[in-house]
């Protein structure tokens, strides 16, 4: 699979932003999904996650704040990011599992990273 990312920008605090990943070369509606971040000196973290059948799942810091969304016949994944706060700042990576069951397992691919910068 091949990840392209963009949105990413400068905000002021409470301001908001919409990532978007578009997909290719990969069965887009098959996979699961999901955005990460890492900020300066810290290890990368899960921010929002995806199922191919829609289930969602997000860390307790961005809830209520993020949406994370797909649209399958446009093989792009989403993630609305309102209320942003400076510990917001991160660079932003989307992320796509291809999972081929227990034998072949699951193949991963990461963007290259979009940087969000949220100023107080």
């Known amino acids: 699979a091949q990840l392209e990312e963009s949105g990413g920008g400068s905000v002021q605090a409470g301001g908001s932003l919409r990532l978007s990943c578009v997909v290719s070369a990969t069965i887009f509606s098959r996979n699961d999904m999901g955005w990460f971040r890492q900020a300066p000196g810290k290890q990368r973290e899960l921010v929002a996650d995806i199922t191919s059948e829609g289930t969602t799942v997000y860390a307790d810091s961005v809830k209520g704040r993020f949406t994370i969304s797909r649209d399958n016949a446009k093989d792009t994944m989403y993630l609305e990011m309102n209320s942003l706060k400076p510990e917001d700042t991160a660079v932003y990576y989307c992320?796509?599992?291809?999972?081929?069951?227990?034998?072949?397992?699951?193949?991963?691919?990461w963007g290259q990273g979009t940087q969000v910068t949220v100023s107080s």
């Open positions: 992320n796509v599992r291809e999972n081929y069951g227990r034998e072949i397992g699951v193949f991963e691919y």
